[in-house]
């Protein structure tokens, strides 16, 4: 009990260090790594990291050696990991065809090739995944730093503040995209309005907010939010 105790107190005090981040996902080869290298490192201040994401589902495990459109092959993925310098944030972005979070496929995932030792950072693009799916993740791998996706769209308020105060300190971060990864162009009013209901129930939770974000627009939706 004292070594469980030690080790949760050791993993809070690193979370505290963890930057905000600005991220870029979809990454499949080293070139592209090096090149959003190059464009963190010119234009991001020190008080933000740059997120580097790779989008990873069950599919990859029947086909480890394929790459998908998005998705890059599984038996690179931790060569393309360790390719992300230390100063960036590498982020699995987990997904199932199930469209729920099968515990044993990501389990699978995250063990392939060690790829939990090189990457501790996990986004969750599914609705809801259970307390006790999360709970037996985290005993899994205890320093998995956890994204939730939310689907503000088609929960209640209610309902939706309920979860999340489910989920407690299984979650580190709530992801708030709208349009669920379809890159619509994303409703600052509307992203600030769901991140205020929540804080007023709970100060628990820091937030990443996407959805068609470009060069284009993402300066007058941050100002806007």
Same mark, same amino acid.
């Given at each position: 009990?004292?070594?469980?105790?030690?080790?949760?107190?050791?993993?809070?005090?690193?979370?505290?260090?963890?930057?905000?981040?600005?991220?870029?996902?979809?990454?499949?080869?080293?070139?592209?790594?090096?090149?959003?290298?190059?464009?963190?490192?010119?234009?991001?201040?020190?008080?933000?990291?740059?997120?580097?994401?790779?989008?990873?589902?069950?599919?990859?495990?029947?086909?480890?050696?394929?790459?998908?459109?998005?998705?890059?092959?599984?038996?690179?993925?931790?060569?393309?990991?360790?390719?992300?310098?230390?100063?960036?944030?590498?982020? #699995?972005?987990?997904? $199932?065809?199930?469209?729920?979070?099968?515990?044993?496929?990501?389990?699978?995932?995250?063990?392939?090739?060690? #790829?939990?030792?090189?990457?501790?950072?996990?986004?969750?693009?599914?609705?809801?995944?259970?307390?006790?799916?999360?709970?037996?993740?985290?005993?899994?791998?205890?320093?998995?730093?956890?994204?939730?996706?939310?689907?503000?769209?088609?929960?209640?308020?209610?309902?939706?503040? $309920?979860?999340?105060?489910?989920?407690?300190?299984?979650?580190?971060?709530? #992801?708030?995209?709208?349009?669920?990864?379809?890159?619509?162009?994303?409703?600052?009013?509307?992203?600030?309005?769901?991140?205020?209901?929540?804080?007023?129930?709970?100060?628990?939770?820091?937030?990443?907010?996407?959805?068609? #974000?470009?060069?284009?627009?993402?300066?007058?939706?941050?100002?806007?939010?």
């Amino acid at each position: 009990m004292e070594k469980t105790n030690k080790n949760q107190e050791r993993i809070k005090e690193e979370r505290k260090t963890i930057k905000e981040y600005i991220g870029i996902t979809g990454f499949k080869t080293l070139e592209e790594i090096n090149s959003l290298s190059t464009v963190f490192q010119q234009c991001l201040n020190q008080e933000y990291s740059g997120m580097c994401g790779f989008l990873i589902s069950d599919k990859q495990l029947n086909n480890p050696g394929v790459e998908y459109s998005r998705n890059p092959a599984l038996k690179n993925l931790k060569t393309l990991i360790n390719a992300v310098p230390e100063n960036m944030m590498p982020t #699995l972005h987990y997904c $199932s065809s199930l469209r729920s979070l099968d515990l044993d496929n990501l389990t699978r995932v995250l063990e392939y090739d060690d #790829l939990y030792d090189s990457c501790k950072f996990l986004q969750i693009n599914l609705d809801w995944p259970s307390v006790d799916d999360l709970g037996k993740l985290k005993e899994r791998f205890p320093d998995l730093y956890i994204i939730q996706q939310l689907n503000p769209r088609h929960e209640d308020t209610a309902n939706m503040l $309920s979860g999340i105060e489910e989920y407690g300190e299984l979650v580190d971060k709530l #992801l708030i995209d709208p349009s669920l990864g379809a890159g619509i162009s994303y409703d600052a009013k509307e992203s600030a309005e769901i991140i205020n209901s929540i804080n007023k129930n709970s100060k628990n939770f820091t937030y990443v907010v996407c959805g068609g #974000l470009s060069e284009n627009n993402v300066y007058s939706r941050v100002k806007e939010m």
